[in-house]
Nanobody, 122 residues
Framework: QVQLVESGGGLVQAGGSLRLSCATS??????MGWFRQAPGKERAFVAA????????NYADSVKGRFTISRDNAKNTVYVQMNDLKAEDTAVYYC?????????????????WGQGTQVTVSS
């Protein structure tokens, strides 16, 4: 059974940093993605990484501030979020898909975690 469990969310001041983690049930060959959903908005792509870490993709809004990575030995995917802004406030979701591509669309991902709340105070 596939399980994705996010952690690391919380309250941080603008300009601060957080690192989110997604513990998986051994999805070492899967592409992993992070999405977020702000209040009143649709879920949006944040970042994705292929199984080897050799290919990544980022939303324009987070480029240069967020870094996605993975540790396959620990079955964990991370997103390091720096220089956080109030508009980064959202529930962040981890997602997984088979294949080597790093797509941005939600429909391309097969498995989802429950989400973790990130709140950035201005």
């Amino acid at each position: 059974q596939v399980q994705l469990v996010e952690s690391g969310g919380g309250l941080v001041q603008a300009g601060g940093s957080l690192r989110l983690s997604c513990a998986t049930s051994g999805l070492r060959t899967y592409t992993m993605g992070w999405f977020r959903q702000a209040p009143g908005k649709e879920r949006a792509f944040v970042a994705a990484i292929n199984w080897s870490g050799g290919s990544t993709n980022y939303a324009d809004s987070v480029k240069g501030r967020f870094t996605i990575s993975r540790d396959n030995a620990k079955n964990t995917v991370y997103v390091q979020m720096n220089d956080l802004k109030a508009e980064d406030t959202a529930v962040y979701y981890c997602a997984a898909r088979s294949g080597v591509a790093v797509p941005t669309s939600q429909s391309s991902y097969d498995y989802w975690g429950q989400g973790t709340q990130v709140t950035v105070s201005s």
